[in-house]
């Protein structure tokens, strides 16, 4: 599903975030990206979605090549991903529906068909019932959770998420953990973002370390 | 398709409602600059109106400073009359000619009280056939009136006209020239204000790109709210050019005017008000186009 080649990406001339980085992730798999702060986490998943380009290397996604893909052809590359963003990027204006219900506008859904779904994607996050609320009368795990239906409400293959337990509790990020796993078992690919160690000691997937932006470790454990 | 032309729509609506002063000072400069271009296209369209008007009238008026003998009169006369060009000559007396000049004073005829009542001179009015109402040719007919008319004062409206002609075609090229500077300021002021609803929006349009919209999609309610914005523009430009034209023009006209009912000012014709309008809206699809073709790339 995920292919990187040789993947190297410098933004200015004499550092490197990512260095000449290549794996593999297959079609639904749950996947953990870890590495200390700077470590090229947030580098790997912005070139999955094409909002950065590498500087050397290829990457597939679907089997299709989106090293040198169009500017056009970047929003129907992006329909197959959700992206949960370590900010979230809610619109803050915007009531908790019209945040979700965003995703598929902007993918030219028919209003019927995105008010269904919506709906759905809610109450997959216990959120149906703060429909009218702004995101900023709620909490930060239910900020996150509208995020992830944001992400989700469009059916995506695959599921990436930058740090999404950052600034939650425990309590509060084994709730979240629980729907990323939810999607997963429906056949969506995830690709978790973390530098938090204890998360997946909890919830023990795959493992990838970055350090420095080279894979220091990809550990699979046996229970999987 | 339909639905998404009324999500466009909503979500223009939505745009302007959330930015209301810079909504309004696009339409409000858009309206400003449509309304200087129609009222400078009134004044010369007016003008020009003027002159055909006035060179309509050119007549050649003969006057008599010395009072000839009837029978030379008479012999004049028929040989203007058998002239090609000439429809019709009438004598003024200077009785008639005083007569005249009284009703043309109206209220201030008073001032004329114990003048005498031949003091103006007589004069043939020589009325010509339409074809020949034109400057062209004109000489050749002064030139033979000279020798019919030997001694007296000769006068028709060339001069002047003329002069006042080119007069015209310097007004009609100013205008087209600040026409163009105007409306090229507006294009400039609406693409830098739907620019700044761009800037206050980026974090939505942003997502909008992340979420996987396509670059028409994110672009096309901006345009419609340009060519909405305009719309609004081009028709408070009508409504403020037909409060200038009764409330300005036409006043200005009437009381400068000897004779008022004789002149009725053009206001712009049907067609003319649909471009105005339509005007807008291109003023507006333009200015957001231009400020389009820099959206911050995701
Ligand atoms: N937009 C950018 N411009 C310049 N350098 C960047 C940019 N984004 C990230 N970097 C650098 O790339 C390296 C990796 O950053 P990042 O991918 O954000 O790591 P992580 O998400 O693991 O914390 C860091 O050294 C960071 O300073
Ligand atoms: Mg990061």
Redesign the pocket.
């Given at each position: 599903m995920i292919q990187l080649f040789n993947v190297t990406k410098s933004?200015?001339k004499d550092?490197v975030?990512l260095k000449d980085l290549s794996l593999e992730i297959g079609k639904g798999e749950f996947v953990y990206v870890a590495?200390a702060?700077?470590?090229?986490?947030?580098?790997?998943l912005r070139m999955l979605y094409a909002a950065e380009k590498p500087s050397r290397g290829q990457i597939l996604i679907d089997g299709q090549n989106i090293t040198r893909i169009g500017r056009q052809k970047i929003p129907y590359l992006r329909r197959k991903i959700g992206v949960v963003f370590q900010d979230y990027k809610l619109l803050n204006s915007r009531s908790v529906y019209e945040n979700v219900a965003f995703a598929l506008e902007a993918q030219g859904k028919k209003r019927y068909e995105v008010s269904k779904k919506v709906y759905q994607a809610l109450k997959e996050v216990g959120l149906e019932h703060r429909l009218n609320r702004t995101p900023l009368e709620l909490s930060g795990g239910e900020q996150q959770r509208i995020a992830i239906a944001r992400a989700l409400v469009v059916d995506p293959l695959i599921l990436l998420a930058?740090e999404p337990s950052g600034n939650l509790d425990q309590a509060v990020a084994t709730e979240i953990m629980g729907l990323f796993r939810r999607a997963n078992a429906r056949g969506t690919t995830v690709v978790l973002?973390t530098h938090d160690p204890g998360l997946y000691k909890r919830f023990p997937r795959r493992l990838i370390s970055?350090d420095g932006?080279q894979v220091v470790s990809d550990y699979r454990p046996d229970t999987v | 398709m339909l639905d998404k032309m009324r999500y466009f729509i909503m979500r223009a609506l939505r745009n302007m409602r959330q930015w209301p002063f810079l909504c309004a000072a696009s339409v409000l400069t858009m309206a400003v600059a449509l309304t200087m271009v129609a009222t400078f296209f009134l004044v010369v369209v007016n003008v020009e109106q003027l002159t055909q008007r006035w060179s309509k009238d050119l007549q050649v008026v003969v006057y008599l400073d010395r009072a000839p003998a009837p029978s030379a009169l008479t012999q004049m006369v028929s040989s203007i009359r058998e002239m090609a060009e000439v429809a019709q000559v009438i004598h003024v007396t200077p009785a008639e000619a005083m007569a005249q000049f009284r009703q043309r004073l109206g209220e201030n005829a008073a001032l004329l009280q114990g003048v005498d009542n031949d003091i103006l001179p007589g004069s043939l009015e020589i009325a010509l056939h339409a074809q020949y109402q034109q400057r062209d040719g004109m000489d050749q007919l002064l030139a033979r009136l000279k020798t019919v008319a030997a001694g007296h004062d000769i006068h028709y409206g060339q001069d002047w006209l003329e002069r006042f002609e080119s007069f015209v075609s310097v007004l009609r090229l100013t205008g087209l020239a600040l026409g163009g500077f105007l409306l090229f300021a507006a294009l400039f002021i609406v693409s830098n204000t739907i620019r700044l609803t761009f800037y206050a929006r980026r974090d939505e349009l942003e997502i909008m790109a992340l979420v996987g919209a396509t670059e028409r999609f994110i672009k096309t309610p901006f345009l419609l709210e340009g060519a909405l914005q305009g719309l609004f523009g081009g028709l408070l430009a009508l409504l403020a050019l037909t409060l200038i034209f009764k409330g300005i023009l036409v006043e200005i006209v009437h009381s400068l005017w000897v004779t008022p009912a004789a002149f009725s000012l053009l206001f712009l014709n049907g067609h003319q008000q649909l471009i105005l309008v339509f005007g807008g809206v291109l003023l507006g699809v333009f200015g957001s186009l231009t400020s389009l073709k820099k959206l911050i790339q995701i």
């Open positions: 933004y200015r550092s975030a590495g702060s700077g470590a090229g986490k947030t580098t790997l930058d973002a970055l932006g | -």
